[in-house]
């Protein structure tokens, strides 16, 4: 009975490609779109993700994501290097400033102030140059995209001179990072050369980097730098999440992204099931002949499903390899780096995909079942 049911399903070629490719159109609109929308999430937090040498990040009561960072006074650092289960605290500038390059052009840059002596939060993944150089004068880093968006792809040319807040810069390495919510370019620099480079403000350090002594928790260690600092104190995946609801209850990005994953939800169901249906009647004969010589509405009924899971299957492997094929064409474009096809989407949209499949079965299975098997001898 199975192979029956395989034949009926391949019959008919042309309806039985439109139903692969409801659920194909169906699984790349899915997984692609909550793909690109779980990687831009990911984005608004990947410098706080980039930060791996500390475990805290101490910061204003006011920050509501990481790019809104009103500054600290210098005594907040002496306090939090106080506090109990502290091994070392250092402080770190994040801010925007305004670069001009050498013929003039302005660009909007993501300037890192790093400590001085340690470096703390300087990108691990150096393409050329060394983050020893930041220590000489004037010297500053810039990802890779940042430095293809200033200069376009010519050669890196370590040297080149422009200017940050009108403070003579000079470029002394370019460093791979993960991509930002925003496609600034990112610099880093030392503190005390990042102040030149920022416009004069009364408190420049907006964030202190601390890191926990041995046994002592993270979470243990916020709740005491709070209490002895007045100043709010989160991990690191605690401050990245904190950045992330902000964007999820203050942007369109959950908006927009939620009406194109319904639609290909709709799409996918309305295609695949009124297809699947109009099948199943232009099979009715057939179905009644099968009940006439003693089938039971049971084993039709698997038969039924298992058009559909094959169906779902085929449909659900190619939109997957499209969308996989997608990311691996794109993963050097610069606004599309750093987007990949999550397992974790991969496994939700199979299960989308086999309801889809399931409620289109369902409503065909409905007239089967109430199908007489006198029908097969009707003109």
């Known amino acids: 009975m ?34 690109i929308f779980m990687g831009i999430l990911t984005r608004t937090g990947n410098q706080i993700l980039e930060v791996r040498d500390a475990d805290v990040w101490v910061m204003d009561n006011r920050v509501r994501y990481f790019d809104e960072s ?15 289960g502290v091994a070392w605290a250092v402080r770190t500038y994040r801010g925007i400033v305004k670069a001009r390059l050498e013929d003039g052009n302005t660009r909007n840059v993501r300037l890192s102030g790093l400590d001085d002596e340690t470096l703390v939060g300087a990108p691990r993944e150096m393409i050329v140059g ?21 200069w376009g792809h010519e050669p890196y040319q370590l040297g080149r001179t422009f200017e940050l807040n009108d403070r003579r810069a000079v470029l002394v ?27 004069l ?33 989160l991990t690191g995946r605690q401050f990245f999440w ?30 695949a099931g009124q297809t699947f249906y109009i099948f199943t009647l232009e099979n009715l004969k057939q179905f009644g002949a099968l009940k ?36 691996e064409i794109t993963k050097n474009n610069l606004d599309l780096r750093g987007f990949v096809l999550f397992w974790q989407i991969a496994a939700g949209t199979a299960a989308v995909v086999l309801f889809i499949v399931m409620a289109a079965s369902l409503m ?16």
């Open 70 to 84: 009103p500054g600290l006074q210098d005594t907040d650092l002496m306090r939090v290097r106080g506090v109990p």
């Open 173 to 199: 390495g370019v460093c791979q990072v993960a991509p930002p919510f925003f496609s600034d370019p990112i610099i880093y620099a030392r503190y005390s050369q990042a102040a030149r480079y920022v416009p």
């Open 292 to 327: 006439a010589i003693g089938v039971t509405n049971w084993r039709i009924t698997g038969m039924i499903l298992l058009q559909a899971l094959i169906v779902g299957l085929i449909g659900y492997s190619i939109g997957i390899a499209m969308t996989a094929a997608f990311f």
């Open 130 to 150: 060394s983050l020893e150089d930041l220590k000489r004068p004037d010297a500053v880093i810039i990802d890779k995209a940042g430095y293809e968006y200033m």
């Open 201 to 233: 403000e009364r408190n420049l350090m907006n964030y202190i980097l601390v890191k926990a002594r041995d046994g002592v928790d993270p979470a243990e260690l916020c709740r005491r730098i709070e209490e002895r600092t007045n100043r709010m104190a």
């Open 364 to 379: 065909s299975i409905r007239r089967v079942l109430v199908l007489e098997p006198a029908v097969v001898f009707r003109g």
């Open 2 to 35: 199975n192979w029956l049911a395989l034949r009926m399903l391949t019959g008919d070629r042309s309806k039985y490609l439109g139903l692969i490719f409801g659920v194909t159109f169906a699984t790349l609109l899915m997984t692609q779109q909550v793909s």
């Open 242 to 271: 904190k950045t992330v609801r902000y964007f999820l209850s203050s942007t369109g990005i959950p908006v927009n992204f939620g009406i194109t994953i319904a639609i290909a939800l709709v799409v996918g169901t309305i295609v």
